[in-house]
Protein backbone atom coordinates (compact mmCIF):
# COMPACT_ATOMS: atom_id res chain seq x y z
CA UNK A 1 0.00 0.00 0.00
CA UNK A 2 2.75 2.42 0.54
CA UNK A 3 3.90 2.10 -3.01
CA UNK A 4 0.19 2.98 -4.35
CA UNK A 5 0.61 5.74 -7.09
CA UNK A 6 -0.25 8.97 -6.30
CA UNK A 7 -0.85 12.21 -7.61
CA UNK A 8 -0.75 15.97 -6.74
CA UNK A 9 -2.28 19.55 -7.60
CA UNK A 10 -3.65 22.83 -5.96
CA UNK A 11 -7.16 23.76 -4.92
CA UNK A 12 -8.87 26.25 -2.45
CA UNK A 13 -12.19 26.98 -0.22
CA UNK A 14 -15.21 28.60 -1.66
CA UNK A 15 -17.43 28.72 2.21
CA UNK A 16 -16.95 28.12 5.17
CA UNK A 17 -18.31 24.65 5.32
CA UNK A 18 -15.26 23.15 3.86
CA UNK A 19 -16.08 22.84 0.03
CA UNK A 20 -13.07 22.97 -2.12
CA UNK A 21 -12.70 23.38 -5.62
CA UNK A 22 -9.93 21.76 -8.06
CA UNK A 23 -9.45 19.89 -11.35
CA UNK A 24 -10.90 17.26 -12.37
CA UNK A 25 -8.03 15.53 -13.44
CA UNK A 26 -6.41 16.03 -10.07
CA UNK A 27 -8.71 13.36 -8.36
CA UNK A 28 -9.87 11.55 -11.30
CA UNK A 29 -9.47 7.85 -10.28
CA UNK A 30 -8.02 8.20 -7.00
CA UNK A 31 -8.97 5.60 -4.15
CA UNK A 32 -8.24 8.60 -1.51
CA UNK A 33 -8.25 12.01 -1.24
CA UNK A 34 -6.07 13.77 1.43
CA UNK A 35 -5.90 17.81 1.38
CA UNK A 36 -3.07 19.67 2.86
CA UNK A 37 -3.84 22.80 4.50
CA UNK A 38 -1.95 25.92 4.50
CA UNK A 39 -0.59 24.90 7.85
CA UNK A 40 0.54 21.40 7.12
CA UNK A 41 -2.07 19.45 7.98
CA UNK A 42 -3.38 16.77 6.67
CA UNK A 43 -7.04 15.56 6.46
CA UNK A 44 -9.06 13.30 4.55
CA UNK A 45 -11.14 14.74 1.77
CA UNK A 46 -14.64 13.47 0.27
CA UNK A 47 -15.16 13.33 -3.39
CA UNK A 48 -18.54 15.15 -4.01
CA UNK A 49 -18.68 15.44 -7.71
CA UNK A 50 -16.47 15.93 -10.70
CA UNK A 51 -16.82 16.73 -14.32
CA UNK A 52 -13.98 15.85 -17.11
CA UNK A 53 -15.44 17.47 -19.91
CA UNK A 54 -14.64 21.18 -17.73
CA UNK A 55 -12.29 19.68 -15.53
CA UNK A 56 -13.83 20.62 -12.55
CA UNK A 57 -14.07 18.59 -9.20
CA UNK A 58 -15.57 19.47 -5.74
CA UNK A 59 -14.40 18.34 -2.29
CA UNK A 60 -15.74 18.19 1.40
CA UNK A 61 -13.17 17.97 4.41
CA UNK A 62 -14.44 17.98 7.83
CA UNK A 63 -12.57 20.62 10.09
CA UNK A 64 -12.79 22.10 13.87
CA UNK A 65 -13.37 25.15 12.65
CA UNK A 66 -14.66 27.13 9.69
CA UNK A 67 -11.81 27.63 6.98
CA UNK A 68 -10.77 30.66 5.80
CA UNK A 69 -12.11 30.88 1.73
CA UNK A 70 -12.14 32.84 -1.46
CA UNK A 71 -14.95 34.89 -2.71
CA UNK A 72 -16.12 33.36 -6.18
CA UNK A 73 -16.40 36.69 -8.54
CA UNK A 74 -17.59 37.06 -12.03
CA UNK A 75 -15.69 35.92 -14.98
CA UNK A 76 -17.84 37.52 -17.27
CA UNK A 77 -16.26 41.54 -16.14
CA UNK A 78 -12.70 40.08 -16.50
CA UNK A 79 -10.96 41.68 -19.81
CA UNK A 80 -7.99 40.85 -21.75
CA UNK A 81 -5.15 43.00 -19.89
CA UNK A 82 -6.37 42.70 -16.54
CA UNK A 83 -4.03 41.58 -13.64
CA UNK A 84 -4.62 38.21 -12.40
CA UNK A 85 -2.65 35.86 -9.78
CA UNK A 86 -2.42 31.98 -10.24
CA UNK A 87 -1.60 30.67 -6.75
CA UNK A 88 -0.54 26.37 -6.06
CA UNK A 89 1.82 24.09 -5.44
CA UNK A 90 3.87 24.17 -9.03
CA UNK A 91 6.56 20.87 -8.59
CA UNK A 92 5.36 20.98 -4.70
CA UNK A 93 6.25 24.60 -4.31
CA UNK A 94 3.70 24.96 -1.62
CA UNK A 95 1.92 28.33 -2.04
CA UNK A 96 3.58 29.54 -5.19
CA UNK A 97 2.01 33.24 -6.45
CA UNK A 98 2.63 33.91 -10.09
CA UNK A 99 1.53 37.60 -11.79
CA UNK A 100 0.51 38.13 -15.31
CA UNK A 101 -2.49 39.23 -17.56
CA UNK A 102 -5.29 37.97 -19.32
CA UNK A 103 -4.17 37.17 -22.80
CA UNK A 104 -7.80 36.44 -23.66
CA UNK A 105 -11.18 34.22 -23.25
CA UNK A 106 -13.43 31.71 -24.88
CA UNK A 107 -10.59 30.09 -25.77
CA UNK A 108 -11.13 26.08 -27.33
CA UNK A 109 -8.22 23.56 -26.99
CA UNK A 110 -10.41 21.06 -28.79
CA UNK A 111 -10.34 18.60 -25.98
CA UNK A 112 -14.31 18.86 -25.84
CA UNK A 113 -16.97 20.58 -27.84
CA UNK A 114 -17.60 22.79 -24.26
CA UNK A 115 -14.10 24.22 -24.09
CA UNK A 116 -13.98 27.84 -22.99
CA UNK A 117 -11.00 28.99 -21.74
CA UNK A 118 -9.29 31.87 -20.02
CA UNK A 119 -6.21 32.59 -21.49
CA UNK A 120 -3.36 33.86 -19.53
CA UNK A 121 0.33 34.60 -19.30
CA UNK A 122 0.95 34.15 -15.09
CA UNK A 123 3.32 30.92 -15.05
CA UNK A 124 1.42 27.75 -14.67
CA UNK A 125 3.30 24.11 -14.08
CA UNK A 126 2.55 20.47 -12.90
CA UNK A 127 0.83 20.89 -9.88
CA UNK A 128 -0.85 24.14 -10.29
CA UNK A 129 -3.92 22.38 -11.52
CA UNK A 130 -7.10 22.95 -9.37
CA UNK A 131 -5.63 26.46 -7.92
CA UNK A 132 -7.57 29.71 -8.35
CA UNK A 133 -6.98 32.42 -10.46
CA UNK A 134 -7.52 35.44 -8.72
CA UNK A 135 -8.65 39.13 -10.08
CA UNK A 136 -7.41 42.46 -8.71
CA UNK A 137 -10.31 42.32 -5.88
CA UNK A 138 -8.98 38.86 -4.49
CA UNK A 139 -11.99 36.72 -6.12
CA UNK A 140 -11.72 33.46 -7.76
CA UNK A 141 -12.38 34.40 -11.39
CA UNK A 142 -11.25 30.45 -12.56
CA UNK A 143 -9.78 27.63 -11.55
CA UNK A 144 -6.26 26.72 -13.55
CA UNK A 145 -6.38 23.44 -15.24
CA UNK A 146 -3.87 23.68 -18.77
CA UNK A 147 -0.18 24.42 -20.29
CA UNK A 148 0.76 23.73 -23.44
CA UNK A 149 3.93 22.12 -23.13
CA UNK A 150 5.48 23.58 -26.31
CA UNK A 151 4.57 27.07 -25.15
CA UNK A 152 5.94 29.83 -22.41
CA UNK A 153 3.72 32.09 -21.16
CA UNK A 154 0.10 30.24 -22.07
CA UNK A 155 -2.08 28.62 -19.59
CA UNK A 156 -5.83 28.07 -19.27
CA UNK A 157 -8.08 28.90 -16.50
CA UNK A 158 -11.97 27.68 -16.53
CA UNK A 159 -14.32 30.73 -15.94
CA UNK A 160 -15.46 30.94 -12.42
CA UNK A 161 -19.14 32.04 -14.23
CA UNK A 162 -19.43 28.18 -15.49
CA UNK A 163 -17.80 27.19 -12.48
CA UNK A 164 -20.70 28.35 -10.40
CA UNK A 165 -23.28 27.10 -12.37
CA UNK A 166 -21.77 23.24 -11.84
CA UNK A 167 -21.81 23.37 -8.41
CA UNK A 168 -25.06 23.34 -7.74
CA UNK A 169 -25.53 19.74 -9.66
CA UNK A 170 -22.22 18.97 -8.37
CA UNK A 171 -23.91 18.86 -4.90
CA UNK A 172 -26.98 17.43 -5.54
CA UNK A 173 -25.42 13.97 -8.18
CA UNK A 174 -22.15 14.19 -7.89
CA UNK A 175 -21.81 14.99 -12.02
CA UNK A 176 -23.12 16.87 -14.72
CA UNK A 177 -26.42 16.57 -16.54
CA UNK A 178 -26.04 17.99 -20.13
CA UNK A 179 -28.80 18.25 -22.84
CA UNK A 180 -27.83 17.39 -26.08
CA UNK A 181 -29.07 17.89 -30.03
CA UNK A 182 -27.50 15.47 -32.15
CA UNK A 183 -25.90 17.60 -34.73
CA UNK A 184 -21.67 17.50 -36.11
CA UNK A 185 -20.82 21.14 -37.21
CA UNK A 186 -18.68 23.47 -38.41
CA UNK A 187 -18.12 27.34 -38.45
CA UNK A 188 -20.01 28.97 -41.72
CA UNK A 189 -16.65 30.71 -43.75
CA UNK A 190 -17.23 33.13 -46.79
CA UNK A 191 -17.26 30.16 -49.16
CA UNK A 192 -19.93 28.28 -47.62
CA UNK A 193 -21.94 31.43 -47.03
CA UNK A 194 -21.72 32.72 -50.91
CA UNK A 195 -22.62 29.19 -51.69
CA UNK A 196 -25.74 29.16 -49.44
CA UNK A 197 -26.76 33.28 -50.08
CA UNK A 198 -26.20 33.96 -46.60
CA UNK A 199 -23.74 36.72 -47.08
CA UNK A 200 -26.03 38.84 -45.35
CA UNK A 201 -25.82 36.46 -41.79
CA UNK A 202 -22.78 36.99 -38.99
CA UNK A 203 -21.74 33.33 -38.00
CA UNK A 204 -24.09 30.65 -38.21
CA UNK A 205 -23.43 26.87 -37.84
CA UNK A 206 -23.47 24.45 -40.94
CA UNK A 207 -24.72 21.06 -39.76
CA UNK A 208 -22.92 18.52 -41.42
CA UNK A 209 -24.22 15.65 -39.95
CA UNK A 210 -27.34 14.36 -37.33
CA UNK A 211 -27.14 11.67 -35.42
CA UNK A 212 -29.68 8.84 -35.89
CA UNK A 213 -32.67 8.99 -33.46
CA UNK A 214 -30.86 11.86 -31.83
CA UNK A 215 -33.83 15.04 -31.30
CA UNK A 216 -32.05 16.82 -33.99
CA UNK A 217 -33.91 13.98 -36.32
CA UNK A 218 -36.46 13.56 -34.28
CA UNK A 219 -37.66 17.53 -35.31
CA UNK A 220 -36.35 17.58 -38.61
CA UNK A 221 -33.07 19.51 -38.59
CA UNK A 222 -30.95 18.02 -41.97
CA UNK A 223 -27.53 17.98 -43.24
CA UNK A 224 -27.00 21.27 -44.88
CA UNK A 225 -28.59 23.60 -42.95
CA UNK A 226 -27.45 26.55 -41.62
CA UNK A 227 -28.30 27.07 -37.49
CA UNK A 228 -29.12 30.75 -37.38
CA UNK A 229 -30.65 31.32 -33.66
CA UNK A 230 -31.02 28.69 -31.16
CA UNK A 231 -33.57 29.74 -28.38
CA UNK A 232 -33.86 33.49 -30.10
CA UNK A 233 -29.79 33.33 -29.13
CA UNK A 234 -27.65 34.48 -32.46
CA UNK A 235 -25.30 31.30 -33.09
CA UNK A 236 -22.11 33.19 -33.76
CA UNK A 237 -19.49 30.00 -34.31
CA UNK A 238 -19.38 26.84 -34.08
CA UNK A 239 -18.05 26.87 -30.73
CA UNK A 240 -20.75 28.23 -29.04
CA UNK A 241 -23.67 26.31 -29.86
CA UNK A 242 -22.78 22.96 -27.81
CA UNK A 243 -21.77 25.01 -24.47
CA UNK A 244 -25.61 27.01 -25.08
CA UNK A 245 -27.33 23.32 -25.85
CA UNK A 246 -26.06 21.61 -23.15
CA UNK A 247 -26.86 24.26 -20.20
CA UNK A 248 -30.28 24.08 -21.67
CA UNK A 249 -33.09 22.75 -19.79
CA UNK A 250 -34.38 18.89 -21.54
CA UNK A 251 -37.38 18.44 -21.97
CA UNK A 252 -38.71 21.87 -22.92
CA UNK A 253 -39.87 23.06 -26.43
CA UNK A 254 -37.00 25.23 -27.91
CA UNK A 255 -37.16 27.37 -31.27
CA UNK A 256 -34.24 26.91 -33.68
CA UNK A 257 -34.16 29.24 -36.11
CA UNK A 258 -32.43 27.74 -39.79
CA UNK A 259 -31.40 28.45 -43.27
CA UNK A 260 -32.42 26.09 -46.10
CA UNK A 261 -33.21 26.03 -49.41
CA UNK A 262 -32.67 29.80 -49.50
CA UNK A 263 -35.46 30.29 -46.29
CA UNK A 264 -35.62 30.93 -42.76
CA UNK A 265 -37.40 28.33 -40.95
CA UNK A 266 -38.01 27.74 -36.90
CA UNK A 267 -38.17 24.31 -35.61
CA UNK A 268 -39.51 23.90 -32.49
CA UNK A 269 -36.98 21.16 -30.72
CA UNK A 270 -37.40 19.42 -27.68
CA UNK A 271 -33.82 18.59 -25.90
CA UNK A 272 -32.65 15.36 -24.56
CA UNK A 273 -30.09 14.44 -21.82
CA UNK A 274 -27.01 13.46 -23.39
CA UNK A 275 -26.35 10.00 -23.83
CA UNK A 276 -24.02 8.26 -21.44
CA UNK A 277 -21.06 6.92 -24.08
CA UNK A 278 -21.30 9.60 -26.26
CA UNK A 279 -20.89 13.73 -26.41
CA UNK A 280 -23.94 15.59 -27.93
CA UNK A 281 -24.66 19.05 -29.31
Do not use: C
Amino acid sequence: DYFLEQGSGSGFFIDEKGYILTSAHVVAGSDLVQVRLFDGTMVKGKLIGMDQLTDIALIKVVLQNSPDFIHLGNSKSIQPGNWVSAIGSPFGLNQTVTVGIVSAKGRSLGRSPYDNFIQIDAAINPGNSGGPLINSDGEAVGINTSVISEAHGIGFAVPIDLVKKLIPQLKRSGRIIRSWLGLVIRDVNIEIKEDLGLNAIKGGSLVLTVAPQSPAEKFGIKSNDVVVEFNHKLIKSSHELPRIIAHTPAGIRIPVKIFRDAKFLEINVILEEIPEKGLGK
